[in-house]
């Protein structure tokens, strides 16, 4: 099946919050449109009731128009009344001149004397007379006009906090669906983690997936919460300046038209260059976050065996690399992100020029100061949109290049997850003719076939390499046999999820994991089904209770990252006291007693027979002096099992069990009746 682009995956974890990330662009649709009114408003009020002043007057006998030396005017686009005596006022640079007669108002002042004034527009010559006015006598003509100009002002700060208004939701509702698909998606990787198959990790830094989970998704936080508000609000402002320069002047928006292909261009040249160096960068930190945190879980051996200098090498060499890396692209983008929005502008400002000064100067078309001043706002707020963009393409790749790392570990095969509670087990526990092969046909182990009984005691030995521990994880399910059957009760433990294989199953590792908290969540894992009664009582049962009752908080004693502040044994028995909490049927003991102190062993010992009574046990054995008192003992030897019986049938046969019991007791020791 085809897999989904990064892009549309990416697309479909915004679309669960559809309904959110709508109303926040419905927002940003309003507070647009009102914000794109300042230009309209402002070329009202400049053509209108400011420019516009300089005008053709009619003569009137209405009380109401502009009184001015005992007659009455009224403008020529604001009058009803016919009248055949016209006057204009007459504006040139700032002198204004009452003149008698109609002349045009974009004509130019070629010589005054007196009165007598000469006019030149086009290729007319203009001989008229007019009165020029002191400040106070234009002032009688603006009168009128304040009360306009306040009311347009007054409309365009309300029309502003309004718009704000909006866009405090607008920003509210993206950053908060933004925050809510980043935790979606964090839940929804860290989930699929957990359904991995062990092989995985097993394959893959610990490093490496920690970087996919932390530093990835962060990168893909930052697209939801500013990349996809940049984007979307940079759309909307663009397709609301385009519409209000259409309305304006229909010519140069469709010039204006031609910016749309060339950012199409851009952005998939970017695209294609920036997400070759962003995917090494990416590769290159989860490298890095591996070396890290190698080195800090083996600090104690690169130290003992002066190390330092290697490990600094090998961590400076992925340091070098990254930063060359991320040079490169900070290099490209200043070269051409943010010069291309300068050259945009510049010739954006170069087409305004000769478009206007062109159509000015062969007199087919002269623009008012009013539509000027809308024109050049609107051309300036169109590149800041434009700017804004471009800015945030070297983060929309970053996160494109986190989001094809992020979907590729989801896109590892998982398996199936199903926590229904099953029936405890009886205990009998079957290998029929098992073969397992963790690479190819490089089997470890051959044709094993063993039973072991309810409530019995079965150890497995060998030297190392021998298949022990491949046994173990096979019934536990970490992995599935490559031939053969599993059987617990009867039952093909494939039949069931591996989470139902293991709810009646217990482990106790050579090497016991103790997570950070208190001693009582360790033991309960925070497990509902497990009071803290019952917790204590398994820790008392197996003997821990003799240490954690000295510790300041006893029970509640806070637990260290790894317990490092437990001894081996003590661990040794906080992991014994969790198989016991937990009840299970059938107890898997993985060399728990391989780092224990001869001291300690007798308590250990004393803890494990609490822990078996009444549960099918299988022991990997290091040490054979305990698993002496075990029903069944299985030798094995190169993934085949050459021996089977109890340790005085083993003794008795003289074969490999005697060779390995030989040389951990001693020659002389060894008495076989």
Request: proline content about 2%.
């Amino acid at each position: 099946m085809k897999k989904k682009s990064t892009e549309k995956r990416l697309f479909q974890y915004a679309w669960i919050f559809k309904k959110t990330i709508f109303i926040g662009l419905l927002c940003l649709m309003v507070s647009v449109a009102l914000e794109l009114s300042g230009p309209f408003i402002a070329k009202q009020l400049i053509d209108q009731h400011i420019v516009g002043v300089a005008n053709h007057y009619v003569v009137t006998d209405d009380s109401e128009g502009i009184n001015f030396e005992g007659q009455n005017y009224e403008r020529i686009d604001r009058t009803d009344h016919p009248s055949n005596e016209k006057v204009t006022l007459y504006q040139n640079g700032l002198s204004f001149y009452l003149i008698e007669s109609e002349v045009p108002l974009n004509a130019s002042l070629e010589n005054e004397s007196g009165n007598n004034l000469t006019l030149q527009y086009q290729e007319e010559t203009y001989e008229v007379t007019g009165e020029k006015l002191s400040v106070s006598e234009v002032y009688v003509f603006f009168e009128d006009e304040v009360s306009s100009i306040m009311w347009l002002l007054g409309l365009y700060m309300g029309l502003i906090l309004i718009a704000s208004f909006f866009l405090y939701y607008k920003t509210y509702l993206l950053q908060f669906a933004s925050n809510r698909i980043i935790q979606r998606m964090r839940r929804d990787v860290f989930g699929h983690i957990q359904s991995l198959p062990i092989k995985y990790f097993v394959d893959q830094p610990a490093g490496k997936i920690v970087a996919r989970v932390t530093n990835d998704t962060e990168a893909i936080r930052e697209l939801y919460v500013k990349v996809l508000e940049v984007f979307a609000s940079g759309a909307i402002y663009l397709l609301g300046i385009f519409i209000a320069l259409f309305i304006l002047d229909p010519k140069l928006a469709a010039i204006c038209l031609v910016l749309l292909p060339i950012m199409f261009i851009w952005m998939r040249t970017y695209k294609r260059v920036g997400g070759k160096y962003n995917k090494v960068i990416r590769e290159t930190n989860s490298n890095i976050n591996a070396n890290i945190n190698e080195s800090i879980q083996g600090m104690s051996i690169i130290q003992a065996y002066d190390q330092t200098d290697r490990m600094t090498n090998e961590f400076e060499e992925l340091n070098e690399k990254h930063r060359d890396y991320q040079t490169r692209m900070n290099t490209f983008t200043a070269w051409t992100s943010f010069n291309l929005v300068d050259v945009f502008r510049n010739v954006g400002l170069v087409i305004f020029i000769l478009y206007f000064g062109g159509a000015a100067l062969d007199g087919t078309t002269l623009a008012s100061a009013g539509l000027l001043y809308a024109l050049v706002d609107l051309l300036t707020r169109l590149f800041q949109p434009v700017d804004e963009i471009v800015s945030q393409l070297a983060q929309l790749e970053q996160s494109r290049v986190s989001g094809s790392r992020v979907f590729e570990l989801m896109d590892e095969l998982g398996e199936e997850v199903n926590h229904e509670a099953t029936k405890r087990y009886h205990g009998e526990v079957m290998f029929d003719d098992v073969s397992f092969a963790y690479e190819n046909d490089d089997y470890v182990l051959n044709h094993i076939n063993f039973k072991v009984n309810p409530g019995e005691t079965a150890a497995f030995v060998g030297h190392t390499g021998s298949g022990k521990s491949t046994i173990m994880n096979l019934l536990f399910r970490f992995y599935d046999p490559s031939h053969g059957r599993i059987l617990i009760d009867g039952v093909n433990t494939k039949s069931a999820s591996k989470q139902q294989v293991r709810q009646h199953i217990g482990i106790v590792l050579q090497d016991p994991f103790i997570f950070t908290g208190t001693i009582i969540s360790n033991i309960t894992m925070n497990d509902p089904a497990i009071s803290c009664e019952q917790a204590i009582k398994a820790l008392k049962a197996v003997g821990a209770d003799k240490f954690i009752e000295k510790l300041p908080n006893q029970y509640d004693e806070p637990v260290k990252e790894k317990g490092n502040e437990f001894s081996t044994g003590q661990r040794q028995l906080l992991s014994f006291a969790r198989a016991l909490a937990f009840d299970p049927a059938i107890l898997i003991l993985d060399e728990a007693t391989a780092n224990i102190d001869t001291e300690t062993e007798g308590m250990i010992q004393e803890a494990l027979q609490v822990l078996k009574q009444g549960r099918t046990t299988l022991v990997i054995a290091h040490r054979l002096s305990t698993i002496q008192q075990a029903d069944q003992i299985f030798v094995l030897k190169h993934g085949k099992m050459i021996e089977k019986g109890t340790h005085e049938s083993l003794l008795k046969d003289r074969g490999e069990y005697f060779k390995m019991y030989e040389m951990q007791l001693g020659r002389n020791k060894v008495n076989v009746s």
